[in-house]
């Protein structure tokens, strides 16, 4: 079945930068793109960016241009982000979710705590 | 990118039907047969629970449906039961930049 697992959850300071991953399983890594989504506590869903795993080309939410980097280890069928210049706005849970018509699955999200 | 503009808070009693709007532009929900609805309780990472603006992914029950005209899609939920009460966001899964943005969210009362 399909997964997508999370890790990197933590505590942050200011300034630091934080790298999440996504570890895929139970399809073609690379067939389909990854999506990043963030919610602050209490705020609505924020769309981040994507990542296409067979190419490595990505789009960035306007929002975050200059500070986020998406990257993959198709080896490891795994993505990951890495958001820097960490501000105390930027705590949050961040998902990753396979893109497609409807993003069907998503993986359990992983709380960044900047403090 | 400006977020798709829902209505903040929508409440139904047992068994009655809720409807949720999702308002974009032509260049997103309008311009596409392509919206999503997510539902998400408290702590939880968001379902899916319609893509393509009408089709329901296995395993979501048939209370739930989607429409759209123009730019505005609709989410109803029929025959509320006490879990359909939840956030909910609309998001537009095709547009003209390739930049994506969720709806403002619904939180459904039941």
């Known amino acids: 079945q399909v997964q997508l697992v999370q890790s990197g959850a933590g505590v942050k300071k200011p300034g630091a930068s934080v790298k999440l991953s996504c570890e895929a399983s139970g399809y073609i890594f690379t067939n389909y793109a990854i999506h990043w989504v963030r919610q602050a506590p209490g705020q609505r869903l924020e769309w981040m960016g994507w990542?296409?795993?067979?190419?490595?080309?990505?789009k960035y939410s306007q929002t975050f241009q200059d500070r986020l980097t998406f990257t993959r280890d198709t080896s490891a069928s795994t993505a990951y982000m890495e958001l820097s210049n960490l501000r105390s706005e930027d705590t949050a849970v961040y998902y990753c979710?396979?893109?497609?018509?409807?993003?069907?699955?998503w993986g359990q999200g992983a709380l960044i705590t900047v403090s | 990118q400006s977020a798709l503009t829902q209505p903040p808070s929508a409440s139904g009693s047992l068994g009655q039907s809720v409807t949720i709007s999702c308002t974009g532009t032509s260049s997103d929900v309008g311009g596409y047969n392509y919206v999503s609805w997510y539902q998400q309780h408290p702590g939880k990472a968001p379902k899916l629970i319609i893509y393509e603006v009408t089709r329901r992914p296995s395993g979501v029950p048939d209370r739930f449906s989607g429409s759209k005209s123009g730019n505005t899609a609709s989410l109803t939920v029929s025959g509320l039961q006490a879990e359909d009460e939840a956030d909910y966001y609309c998001?537009?899964?095709?547009?003209?930049?390739?930049?994506?943005?969720f709806g403002t969210g619904t939180r459904v009362t039941v």
């Open positions: 998001t537009s899964d095709a547009n003209t930049n390739g930049l994506y943005v």
């Open positions: 990542l296409n795993p067979d190419n490595g080309k990505t």
């Open positions: 979710a396979r893109g497609s018509s409807g993003w069907h699955y």
